[in-house]
Each structure stands twice: as structure tokens, then as C-alpha cells.
């Protein structure tokens, strides 16, 4: 047996179709304020001639839509059917299809599901080896590894602290906890240990009131998971979106690329960056996704840092991540906003990641591109 250890808005994709003339895709953030609470509100949004829902025919192909709902958001699906002779299955296979796949993805990860695999290894109190269902294995494996990536930026056992600071199962809080309780629920992160056996993964806790939380990672798995589903079933133009989170694959029925905008946090009419998704995804982190402002007027993100127990405090505004799969960027752009701006852009430039860093400084924000990020941009 082998062993590792490991320490310590709905939101709607963005499509390009044309020329970047003809249509712009971006990330808009806008503040706004609701009973004296600051909030940002995170929406992508189309600019095209007119809103596509539903199938958007040409001549030689049709833009199917699907949405739904999954993992506390929407997901949002666009595939091209091409006029070439091949019989795909209808939109509501597809669908039906994705949907169950989805299902099963909550069924192993999601903390809010009591009788979810994740919800029953945290209520373990002893260290028995609980045997991991499949995906559960691969999102923790990926997890462990990117772990060590991020410098301990990505803590996945910190579901104590994340459920103490109100952004999990447990109830909302409106201000902050007692030191006391930070510290008792920091004690025992990074306290278990994978193992793997006959191709069966197992883990098992060292700290009685260890609980794993892989939310920072899992909705970046569930696009890569649909993804899957549309591959299997022979479609190969493709951008899936599940609450910001995307992965693009092929070209759009122009035989574009599909583009993806990032706009200036402030300036609307300036993007961040434009890049095409074509076996990529892109996932952000940032302070506007999750938080609570507390008594004393202080925003809480729900981001927490491993290395304090409490929400993250710094200078950026988002941190955005291309990479090979959604699991991996999304799992990156978190453990990597964790680590503040400076951490982080000497991760990003020591590995050479993709990494696009919106800062904020002297009341302006400012952007900051690895050279792995610049050289998939179309315009900057």
C-alpha cells in the first residue's frame, strides 16, 4: 500500500462568434449596495446581434443551448451540431445525460448532501480507511498534489474552518468567530493520509474533527465532467460553464474560436484579457464571489487562508487561471489567491503558469500577466 500526506452569481459563459469586431464577451463586475452592504455582483454577459437561446441555426450548423441548475448555481452548455451527416443524440438526451453525470459528481463531493461520500468521511470520528468513490478520489488525489503546487495555498482539509467562518453547511454568522474556536478547528488540518490499493484509493483522518472540503476544486471538475459527456458522445465544438468556471473545446458555428473576455473590474469598456478557450479552461478566484461583511463594517471572504485560519486580506481583486483542465485551474486560481500577490506571481513565474492578476492599488486596479497567460492572449 502506498501512502501520501498532505499538510497544511449564477453566471452565464462568455461566447465569441465572428470577429472580435463583431461581438465582445466579457466579465463585468459591479458594486452595488443593498441595505447598507456592499456587494459585488459577478456577471458574464453576451454581446452578440441578438441573445442566443435555445438552437441557433446556419447553413452549416446549429448552436444547441442547454441550462440547469447544479452545485448551488447554473451550469450553462453550447454545442455545435454540424450538418455533416452524423446522427448526434437529441438535446434532451444530452441533457439528461449531463445532468446524471452532474448527480453523481454531487453524490461524492458536495458538503451539503448529508449522505454524500464527502459528508460521510467527515463524520468520522476515528481513523478507519474510508474507501474513496471514484471521482471523489481523483478531485482529492488532484487536490493533494496541487497542494503542494500552491505552497499550501490549496487546503482542502480546512472544512472545520470553512464551516466555522458560515460558508458551508453550518449557518451564516454576521460577524467573526472567537480565537479559541479558529484555533480549535486548525488543529487538525492536514492531518490525514491517502493510500491506494488494487487501483482503490482510501483515506483516513489522524485528527478526530478533520473535515474535507473540496468545493475550491470539485466545480471546476464537474465542467471537466461534462466535458467528458459531450466527448463520449462524439461532439467536439464545445464551452461549458458551471458558475464561472469554463472549458472550451473546437470553434463556434463561424469557425471561431470561442473568445472569452475578462473586463476591467472598473472600466467597462477595457478588458483584462481575451483569450480562446480550445482545450483550456479558465477559472477566477476573487473576494466578489462569496463573503459577509461584519459588525465592524469589514468585508470576510470566503476564501480562507490556510496559514491564519481566517478569511484572506490582501490586494487582489481577482486571480484568473488557464490551464489544461477546469479541475486544475479552478483548484490553482483558489490556492493561488489565497497566497496574496506577491506569493502568488512568484508561483506562477517559478512554475510558469497562466495566471492573470487584477490588483488593487492607490484606488485603481492593475493588471498583471504571467508569461504563460500572455501568450495565449488575442488582444491585451
Same mark, same amino acid.
Given at each position: 500500500?502506498?501512502?501520501?500526506?498532505t499538510?497544511?452569481?449564477?453566471?452565464?459563459?462568455c461566447?465569441m462568434?465572428?470577429?472580435?469586431d463583431e461581438?465582445?464577451?466579457?466579465?463585468r463586475?459591479?458594486?452595488?449596495?443593498?441595505n447598507?452592504?456592499?456587494?459585488?455582483?459577478?456577471?458574464?454577459?453576451?454581446i452578440?446581434s441578438?441573445?442566443?437561446?435555445?438552437?441557433?441555426?446556419?447553413?452549416?450548423a446549429?448552436?444547441?443551448?442547454?441550462?440547469?441548475?447544479t452545485?448551488?448555481?447554473?451550469y450553462?452548455?453550447?454545442?455545435i451540431?454540424w450538418?455533416?451527416?452524423?446522427?448526434?443524440?437529441?438535446p434532451?438526451?444530452i441533457?439528461a445525460?449531463?445532468?446524471r453525470?452532474?448527480?453523481?459528481?454531487?453524490a461524492?463531493m458536495?458538503?451539503?448532501?448529508?449522505?454524500?461520500a464527502?459528508s460521510q468521511?467527515?463524520?468520522?470520528?476515528d481513523?478507519r480507511?474510508?474507501l474513496?468513490?471514484?471521482?471523489?478520489a481523483?478531485?482529492l488525489r488532484? &487536490? +493533494? $498534489?496541487?497542494h503542494?503546487v500552491t505552497?499550501?495555498?490549496l487546503?482542502?482539509?480546512?472544512?472545520?474552518?470553512?464551516n !466555522?467562518? %458560515?460558508?458551508?453547511?453550518e449557518p451564516r454568522r454576521?460577524?467573526?468567530?472567537?480565537p479559541d474556536?479558529?484555533?480549535?478547528?486548525?488543529s487538525?488540518?492536514?492531518q490525514?493520509e491517502?493510500?491506494?490499493e488494487s487501483g482503490?484509493?482510501?483515506?483516513?483522518?489522524?485528527a478526530p474533527?478533520?473535515q474535507?472540503?473540496?468545493?475550491?476544486i470539485?466545480k471546476?471538475y464537474g465542467v471537466? &465532467? +461534462? $466535458?467528458?459527456?459531450?466527448?463520449?458522445a462524439d461532439i467536439g465544438d464545445f464551452l461549458?460553464e458551471i458558475g464561472?468556471? !469554463?472549458? %472550451?473545446?473546437?470553434?463556434?458555428?463561424q469557425?471561431?474560436?470561442w473568445?472569452?473576455?475578462?473586463?476591467?473590474?472598473?472600466q467597462?469598456?477595457?478588458h483584462?484579457?481575451?483569450?480562446?478557450l480550445?482545450?483550456?479552461a479558465?477559472?477566477?478566484s476573487?473576494d466578489?464571489?462569496n463573503?459577509?461583511?461584519?459588525?465592524?463594517?469589514?468585508?470576510?471572504s470566503h476564501?480562507i487562508?490556510?496559514?491564519s485560519?481566517?478569511?484572506v486580506?490582501h490586494?487582489?481583486?481577482s486571480l484568473?487561471?488557464l490551464a489544461?483542465?477546469a479541475?486544475?485551474a479552478?483548484g490553482?486560481?483558489?490556492?493561488?489567491y489565497?497566497?496574496g500577490?506577491e506569493a502568488a506571481?512568484a508561483v506562477?513565474t517559478?512554475?510558469?503558469?497562466?495566471v492573470?492578476?487584477?490588483?488593487?492599488r492607490?484606488?485603481?486596479?492593475?493588471?498583471?500577466?504571467?508569461?504563460a497567460?500572455?501568450a495565449?492572449?488575442?488582444?491585451?
Amino acid at each position: 500500500m502506498t501512502t501520501a500526506r498532505t499538510g497544511s452569481m449564477p453566471m452565464i459563459f462568455c461566447l465569441m462568434m465572428g470577429s472580435l469586431d463583431e461581438v465582445g464577451a466579457m466579465i463585468r463586475l459591479s458594486f452595488r449596495r443593498k441595505n447598507g452592504l456592499l456587494r459585488l455582483a459577478v456577471a458574464v454577459f453576451f454581446i452578440i446581434s441578438s441573445l442566443l437561446t435555445g438552437v441557433f441555426m446556419t447553413r452549416e450548423a446549429a448552436l444547441i443551448t442547454l441550462q440547469g441548475q447544479t452545485m448551488g448555481t447554473d451550469y450553462s452548455v453550447k454545442y455545435i451540431d454540424w450538418a455533416d451527416g452524423r446522427a448526434l443524440p437529441s438535446p434532451a438526451a444530452i441533457k439528461a445525460q449531463i445532468e446524471r453525470r452532474l448527480h453523481e459528481v454531487n453524490a461524492e463531493m458536495s458538503p451539503y448532501l448529508p449522505d454524500s461520500a464527502i459528508s460521510q468521511f467527515n463524520q468520522l470520528r476515528d481513523d478507519r480507511w474510508f474507501l474513496l468513490p471514484p471521482d471523489f478520489a481523483t478531485v482529492l488525489r488532484e &487536490a +493533494v $498534489a496541487l497542494h503542494e503546487v500552491t505552497q499550501g495555498g490549496l487546503d482542502v482539509s480546512l472544512g472545520a474552518l470553512v464551516n !466555522l467562518w %458560515g460558508f458551508g453547511p453550518e449557518p451564516r454568522r454576521d460577524s467573526p468567530p472567537p480565537p479559541d474556536a479558529i484555533a480549535a478547528r486548525t488543529s487538525g488540518m492536514g492531518q490525514f493520509e491517502l493510500a491506494e490499493e488494487s487501483g482503490m484509493w482510501f483515506v483516513r483522518k489522524h485528527a478526530p474533527l478533520l473535515q474535507l472540503d473540496l468545493c475550491a476544486i470539485a466545480k471546476g471538475y464537474g465542467v471537466d &465532467a +461534462v $466535458a467528458g459527456v459531450l466527448a463520449a458522445a462524439d461532439i467536439g465544438d464545445f464551452l461549458v460553464e458551471i458558475g464561472g468556471e !469554463l472549458y %472550451g473545446r473546437g470553434v463556434n458555428p463561424q469557425r471561431q474560436p470561442w473568445w472569452v473576455g475578462v473586463e476591467h473590474p472598473l472600466q467597462r469598456t477595457q478588458h483584462v484579457a481575451v483569450v480562446a478557450l480550445d482545450g483550456l479552461a479558465l477559472a477566477t478566484s476573487g473576494d466578489y464571489r462569496n463573503f459577509f461583511v461584519d459588525d465592524n463594517g469589514a468585508m470576510q471572504s470566503h476564501v480562507i487562508d490556510p496559514r491564519s485560519g481566517r478569511p484572506v486580506r490582501h490586494d487582489i481583486a481577482s486571480l484568473s487561471v488557464l490551464a489544461p483542465t477546469a479541475m486544475r485551474a479552478d483548484g490553482l486560481a483558489t490556492g493561488l489567491y489565497a497566497l496574496g500577490a506577491e506569493a502568488a506571481w512568484a508561483v506562477a513565474t517559478q512554475q510558469d503558469l497562466a495566471v492573470c492578476l487584477v490588483t488593487r492599488r492607490d484606488g485603481d486596479f492593475h493588471r498583471i500577466l504571467s508569461p504563460a497567460f500572455q501568450a495565449q492572449l488575442q488582444f491585451a
